[in-house]
């Protein structure tokens, strides 16, 4: 049996494991949380080195991209150094290929409309989401800015984000990871912020634990399109009104898993990781797989 771990700098709250089958081979997938801890993740990620199939991190993106251009985090980086056997993986290969096809499917499919507005929490951390978006005709409102930085002035187009993060990544990259993205205890704080734009949104899309911490009590008739979601977060968005749920990783024992676990699966089957930014033996699995979005009825219209 192979075996994926993904070490999060979140919180152990939401640790989980299952067992799943992917091409033939069976898969033990666990999610180990450190509580925001960056050293216990480096001992961890040391500790399971040359014992598991692949590593995912969780909690953290070691790359973030604008285009074809990729950026390192400073301290991702930190994390993918503690292991010298396995390799060490952080989704967003997925979100450059399994996300970019879920969202060209939802508009095929008439989920996603042209005109239709999206309130995305970051464009570099999900480049393939917001160009396919734009290639879809989809209406952006950009939250790097917000989400990241808390400076509350949203973007409309991936030109304004690419000419924006050409400045500002280099930077961003090498702050603590901690000023960037809630991590520890502080993914289970929920702090309402930029309500206007939840409200304006058709869609909310992004990282699950940017949308928890700051959406508003109200999400009537929204579609949340995003994964890694508990059973208990979909009961929560059913609560404020979601018609729609959207994930792009397989639900397994009641959870979406995130994408860098299940980039650990493809890393494992591959025996390596992909190659960026295209990553073309991904989109071979993809079409093996079958893997398209995983929509869930919320609340009837």
Same mark, same amino acid.
């Given at each position: 049996? !192979?075996?994926?771990?993904?070490?999060?700098?979140?919180?152990?709250?939401?640790?989980?494991?299952?067992?799943?089958?992917?091409?033939?081979?069976?898969?033990?997938?666990?999610? *180990?949380?450190?509580?925001?801890?960056?050293?216990?993740?480096?001992? !961890?990620?040391?500790?399971?080195?040359? +014992?598991?199939? $692949?590593?995912?991190?969780?909690?953290?993106?070691?790359?973030?991209?604008?285009?074809?251009?990729?950026?390192?985090?400073?301290? &991702? !980086?930190?994390? +993918?150094? $503690?292991?010298?056997?396995?390799?060490?993986?952080?989704?967003?290969? =997925?979100?450059?290929?399994?996300?970019? %096809?879920?969202?060209?499917?939802?508009?095929?499919?008439?989920?996603?409309?042209?005109?239709?507005?999206?309130?995305?929490?970051?464009?570099?951390? %999900?480049?393939?989401?917001?160009?396919?978006?734009?290639?879809?005709?989809?209406?952006?409102? /950009?939250?790097?800015?917000?989400? &990241?930085?808390?400076?509350?002035?949203?973007?409309?187009?991936?030109?304004?984000?690419?000419?924006?993060?050409?400045?500002?990544?280099?930077?961003? &990259?090498?702050?603590?990871?901690?000023? =960037?993205?809630? @991590?520890?205890?502080?993914? =289970?704080?929920?702090?309402?912020?930029?309500? #206007?734009?939840?409200?304006? &949104?058709?869609?909310?899309?992004?990282?699950?634990?940017?949308?928890?911490?700051?959406?508003?009590?109200?999400?009537?008739?929204?579609?949340?399109?995003?994964?890694?979601? @508990?059973?208990?977060?979909?009961?929560?968005? +059913?609560? %404020?009104?979601?018609?729609?749920?959207?994930? @792009?990783?397989?639900?397994?024992?009641?959870?979406?898993?995130?994408?860098?676990?299940?980039?650990?699966?493809?890393?494992?089957?591959?025996?390596?990781?992909?190659?960026?930014?295209?990553?073309?033996?991904? #989109?071979? /699995? *993809?079409?093996?797989?079958?893997?398209?979005?995983?929509? %869930?009825?919320?609340?009837?219209?």
């Amino acid at each position: 049996m !192979k075996h994926v771990v993904s070490v999060s700098l979140g919180s152990s709250k939401r640790d989980s494991s299952a067992q799943a089958t992917f091409l033939g081979e069976e898969f033990l997938l666990e999610r *180990i949380g450190t509580d925001g801890d960056m050293d216990k993740a480096v001992d !961890k990620i040391s500790q399971l080195d040359g +014992k598991v199939d $692949a590593i995912g991190l969780g909690g953290i993106d070691l790359y973030l991209w604008l285009g074809k251009s990729r950026y390192v985090i400073r301290d &991702a !980086k930190k994390l +993918k150094q $503690a292991a010298k056997i396995t390799p060490v993986v952080d989704g967003s290969g =997925l979100k450059h290929t399994l996300e970019r %096809r879920v969202v060209r499917e939802l508009f095929d499919k008439g989920i996603f409309k042209p005109g239709m507005t999206f309130f995305v929490t970051s464009g570099v951390d %999900r480049w393939g989401m917001v160009e396919a978006i734009s290639q879809g005709g989809g209406k952006l409102i /950009i939250g790097d800015l917000m989400f &990241a930085l808390n400076i509350p002035m949203p973007l409309h187009s991936i030109s304004s984000l690419k000419n924006l993060g050409s400045l500002v990544l280099p930077i961003a &990259a090498n702050l603590p990871f901690t000023m =960037l993205y809630p @991590t520890g205890s502080k993914q =289970l704080e929920h702090t309402p912020k930029f309500e #206007q734009y939840f409200k304006q &949104a058709d869609v909310v899309a992004g990282d699950y634990l940017y949308i928890d911490k700051y959406m508003p009590d109200n999400l009537e008739g929204k579609i949340i399109l995003t994964n890694t979601t @508990t059973a208990e977060n979909v009961e929560e968005l +059913k609560k %404020r009104g979601v018609s729609l749920l959207v994930t @792009t990783t397989p639900v397994l024992n009641g959870r979406s898993f995130g994408t860098n676990v299940l980039e650990g699966v493809f890393t494992a089957l591959l025996g390596k990781p992909g190659t960026p930014p295209d990553y073309p033996e991904y #989109q071979n /699995i *993809i079409d093996e797989l079958k893997l398209g979005p995983t929509i %869930r009825v919320l609340n009837e219209d």
